[in-house]
């Protein structure tokens, strides 16, 4: 059965097999295609083993700016030696008719014993027949020369003087056939083509909707001159609670409420300084015995704030921009709306002069650009800020309002203890949350769940 080839395969093939090797240049002149046409071509020929392609180098030689110039003027020792050849000159002369070369043209003269010097004149002594160098220079001219036709001891009399000599590696390739593409029989079409046959159903790889909400909030993060941070899913107690200003009584640390690592404790939780003015901090505000083995046990991380407090309290900036994003852990029942584990974002901005007018412009410039425009906000209570704020979408598939992420500015009782003394913007929530109001979701755990009919139909995050 014979092979069914393409057009251009067909063109290269007749023209390689009127002659020899051919480069792709002859190729284009032969066959009337274009480079990138002759380029395919050669390529889908070789894979069928039906072309054999041979690259070669050559160095090509040109003259340079000097040397172009002597082209036309002649060398500038010939020029010195010209003007000498009818009596002696001034110097004066000499340097006003040669201008810039008098120098490197009198350097060589007296070198070659061509000529003689007095106090103020130089005459002629030698005059030779032709200059190491002449030859090359009339020789290449304007043209560039392969290097096997120059007379090599000829040419190295100019390699060495600047400006006079580029040259440069020219890559040449020759196409032949294989002895079995001589044979071949060129098909001549394709056949009929059944325009409304099927086509085998195939599915292009893509990321998971949830990874391409994720990656759109980082990339508004970083637009917004945000910075990100990271940190381990597991923390201590110290940093995941204590820091954050929460009672070691308090429900949220409860096992019914936390994931704990069973039968581990943190070596190290924070310096002296910061476990003294933290545990003094809840002995003065909560009014309770702070117990150190408490804050040395270690949890799943239940969000992303103690990543940024620890980072606060290690780096005390001034002025900042930061956010965090990842994986956080609730000992909760699922529902259409929880998750034991899900995403989580938190941004972070620290200035003398931040305020809550300034959180909440963020917010809706961050809600904005996720597509979001139907925005309010609701003061609410949180631990470990004061005052705090809960920020309220509209969803229009439900017709109300409902709650997505916390804000507000950390309490004193978690910054002065860490030696943090400028004020910080803090807001966050879940990430699931945005991606379903994005996708029209009423189920959380629609994310999870692997169905691959909806997977492909749903649409590119925006």
Not at 164 to 183: G, H
Not at 214 to 228: M, P
């Given at each position: 059965?014979?092979?069914?080839?393409?057009?251009?395969?067909?063109?290269?093939?007749?023209?390689?097999?009127?002659?020899?090797?051919?480069?792709?240049?002859?190729?284009?002149?032969?066959?009337?295609?274009?480079?990138?046409?002759?380029?395919?071509?050669?390529?889908?020929?070789?894979?069928?083993?039906?072309?054999?392609?041979?690259?070669?180098?050559?160095?090509?030689?040109?003259?340079?700016?000097?040397?172009?110039?002597?082209?036309?003027?002649?060398?500038?020792?010939?020029?010195?030696?010209?003007?000498?050849?009818?009596?002696?000159?001034?110097?004066?002369?000499?340097?006003?008719?040669?201008?810039?070369?008098?120098?490197?043209?009198?350097?060589?003269?007296?070198?070659?014993?061509?000529?003689?010097?007095?106090?103020?004149?130089?005459?002629?002594?030698?005059?030779?027949?032709?200059?190491?160098?002449?030859?090359?220079?009339?020789?290449?001219?304007?043209?560039?020369?392969?290097?096997?036709?120059?007379?090599?001891?000829?040419?190295?009399?100019?390699?060495?003087?600047?400006?006079?000599?580029?040259?440069?590696?020219?890559?040449?390739?020759?196409?032949?056939?294989?002895?079995?593409?001589?044979?071949?029989?060129?098909?001549?079409?394709?056949?009929?083509?059944?325009?409304?046959?099927?086509?085998?159903?195939?599915?292009?790889?893509?990321?998971?909707?949830?990874?391409?909400?994720?990656?759109?909030?980082?990339?508004?993060?970083?637009?917004?001159?945000?910075?990100?941070?990271?940190?381990?899913?597991?923390?201590?107690?110290?940093?995941?609670?204590?820091?954050?200003?929460?009672?070691?009584?308090?429900?949220?640390?409860?096992?019914?409420?936390?994931?704990?690592?069973?039968?581990?404790?943190?070596?190290?939780?924070?310096?002296?300084d910061q476990i003294r003015n933290v545990s003094g901090s809840h002995k003065k505000n909560w009014r309770y015995q702070w117990d150190i083995n408490e804050a040395q046990?270690?949890?799943?991380?239940?969000?992303?704030?103690?990543?940024?407090?620890?980072?606060?309290?290690?780096?005390?900036?001034?002025?900042?921009?930061?956010?965090?994003?990842?994986r956080v852990f609730r000992n909760e029942k699922v529902s259409y709306k929880h998750l034991v584990e899900f995403n989580q974002v938190e941004g972070i901005v620290v200035g003398k002069d931040a305020n809550l007018r300034n959180l909440m412009g963020i917010q809706r410039e961050?809600?904005?650009?996720?597509?979001?425009?139907?925005?309010?906000?609701?003061?609410?209570?949180?631990?470990?800020?004061?005052?705090?704020?809960?920020?309220?979408?509209?969803?229009?598939?439900?017709?109300?309002?409902?709650?997505?992420?916390?804000?507000?500015?950390?309490?004193?009782?978690?910054?002065?203890?860490?030696?943090?003394?400028?004020?910080?913007?803090?807001?966050?929530?879940?990430?699931?949350?945005?991606?379903?109001?994005?996708?029209?979701?009423?189920?959380?755990?629609?994310?999870?769940?692997?169905?691959?009919?909806?997977?492909?139909?749903?649409?590119?995050?925006?």
């Amino acid at each position: 059965m014979s092979q069914v080839f393409h057009d251009i395969e067909k063109k290269i093939i007749t023209s390689l097999r009127n002659g020899h090797k051919q480069s792709p240049e002859s190729l284009e002149k032969s066959t009337h295609l274009s480079p990138d046409q002759i380029r395919r071509g050669i390529e889908w020929l070789k894979l069928k083993d039906l072309a054999i392609v041979t690259e070669s180098k050559t160095s090509v030689i040109s003259l340079g700016k000097n040397g172009l110039e002597s082209f036309e003027k002649g060398l500038p020792e010939r020029r010195l030696l010209n003007l000498l050849n009818d009596g002696s000159k001034k110097l004066s002369f000499l340097k006003d008719q040669l201008g810039s070369v008098f120098g490197p043209s009198m350097g060589l003269a007296r070198k070659n014993n061509w000529i003689e010097t007095s106090s103020d004149s130089i005459s002629l002594k030698n005059l030779p027949g032709e200059l190491p160098g002449e030859k090359t220079v009339n020789l290449v001219g304007t043209e560039r020369l392969h290097l096997d036709k120059i007379d090599q001891d000829d040419l190295s009399a100019l390699l060495k003087r600047p400006d006079f000599i580029i040259e440069n590696v020219v890559k040449t390739k020759q196409i032949a056939l294989t002895d079995s593409a001589k044979s071949l029989k060129l098909s001549d079409s394709f056949g009929e083509i059944d325009v409304e046959a099927k086509v085998p159903e195939t599915f292009v790889a893509r990321t998971h909707p949830l990874k391409d909400t994720i990656d759109e909030i980082r990339e508004i993060f970083v637009t917004l001159g945000f910075s990100e941070i990271f940190g381990n899913m597991s923390q201590s107690s110290f940093w995941n609670f204590d820091a954050l200003f929460t009672p070691q009584d308090h429900p949220a640390r409860e096992l019914q409420d936390t994931f704990y690592l069973d039968g581990v404790s943190a070596k190290k939780t924070g310096t002296p300084d910061q476990i003294r003015n933290v545990s003094g901090s809840h002995k003065k505000n909560w009014r309770y015995q702070w117990d150190i083995n408490e804050a040395q046990k270690m949890v799943l991380r239940t969000h992303t704030t103690c990543v940024t407090i620890k980072h606060l309290a290690e780096k005390k900036p001034d002025e900042a921009r930061i956010f965090s994003l990842g994986r956080v852990f609730r000992n909760e029942k699922v529902s259409y709306k929880h998750l034991v584990e899900f995403n989580q974002v938190e941004g972070i901005v620290v200035g003398k002069d931040a305020n809550l007018r300034n959180l909440m412009g963020i917010q809706r410039e961050f809600y904005k650009r996720i597509g979001i425009t139907k925005i309010k906000f609701w003061p609410t209570f949180f631990p470990y800020t004061e005052p705090s704020l809960q920020t309220m979408v509209y969803n229009e598939k439900l017709g109300k309002w409902i709650e997505l992420f916390g804000m507000g500015i950390f309490r004193p009782e978690v910054t002065k203890p860490l030696g943090i003394t400028q004020p910080i913007l803090a807001w966050g929530g879940g990430i699931e949350r945005i991606a379903m109001l994005k996708y029209d979701l009423a189920d959380v755990r629609e994310f999870y769940n692997n169905n691959l009919g909806w997977l492909r139909s749903s649409s590119k995050c925006q």
